[in-house]
């Protein structure tokens, strides 16, 4: 399997300086720029002012090693984040939803699912179940706009705690492929994290289906024995 | 999507005693023992001796907060890891594992391949580029049966240092699916890990594919801003 590295990251998402490629690849300013000029007609790289050219639609990263919203962890790419509700309401409980949450079964807990769109195409599938604490605040929220953490952290006026999260890969089913436009049974990260507040209290069970062609994780490590 | 939550981990791999799920279901001990013993039957569950009845095959999971091997994570489950050494020699550094190791391409490293057997059914296919300091003693090494950390460990006299991660889903295609026993276009998580001595040398590039049926990963993240 030698050709399996085809799947390392090679990290970082500005191209180098015009004058730059031209030395590296011994070819001319004009040859570089004919280039990079194709890409951008193709919708491949943007040029941002004061940044330099960036990759378009790479697949991006969020790090492991804290608890952030989509929109936060994205700032350094220069994309842009909308979200879709598709559902915005007062649902009961399952068993399941329940034990994450730590409420009875049958509870009502506010049930929000999103479509996350990066830079116009489908990035992830956001289902949220939030205890009903600010069920009323939440449901006229402007989730459209809003990241789930942020709104929380303003009704609560206080910053969330931790969050339990496990990560799974699986493939997507009919809705969801039709939901993200990819392939029926194409692979997906499938994200799912129980958000605590300071006191320990579980706030908000959340199941996100990520892209994989669109998205990556990444944590530094320690060995300690 | 209300559906979604079937794939949320309901954690804990050890069943209730015998006494407790009669209680818990109002059945009588000798039905729930006629039911234990059908599961016992069909492989999906064993009895330890004084750990209890644990789930056997059921989705594995390792932590993401500290770097572990295989063997040390599945330490929790009783069992078995056995490995399939499927390559075991030096090759050219290809660009990008020369430049995650930080050597220049076309260098000798150690290519190790081995498919991670649990439980008798195959579990992942991971395989480490592995710079040459140690490549003598690593290719006459036991790899069959011990982990690749602890050798590097055993080597280099002392511990590793950290890793940087990074986690996707793929779909397996053919020669991979066959090895892992699945079907092609199954989902894997596919784990990428550098490790790194103490004083910060890249040591082994690992690129890791789990059968997404029989593995997961979790973490605790903190909210700090």
Known sequence: MDGSLGAVQTGGHAL??????????????NVVRDALDLLRREGLIARIPGVGTMLKNSKMCQRLDQLEGLAES??????????????????????????KLGVAEGSDVVFVERLRIVDGTPFSLDDSYVRTDFAEALLEADLDRKDLFSLLEEFQQEALGWAEVTIEAVAADESIAEILQ?????????????????????????????????????STLQRSK
Chains 1, 2 share one sequence.
């Open 16 to 29: 180098p300086a015009e004058r730059n490629l031209s030395v590296e690849y011994r070819v001319s300013r």
């Open 74 to 99: 994205l700032e350094g790419y220069h994309v842009s984040v909308d979200n879709t509700v598709l559902a915005d309401r007062q649902v009961q409980a399952n068993a399941l939803v329940a034990q």
């Open 182 to 218: 990819v392939q029926v049974a194409s692979p997906l990260l499938l994200v799912q994290r129980i958000i605590y507040q300071e006191d320990g209290t579980p706030l908000d069970l959340e199941v996100i289906r990520y892209r994989a062609d669109r998205f990556y994780l990444t």
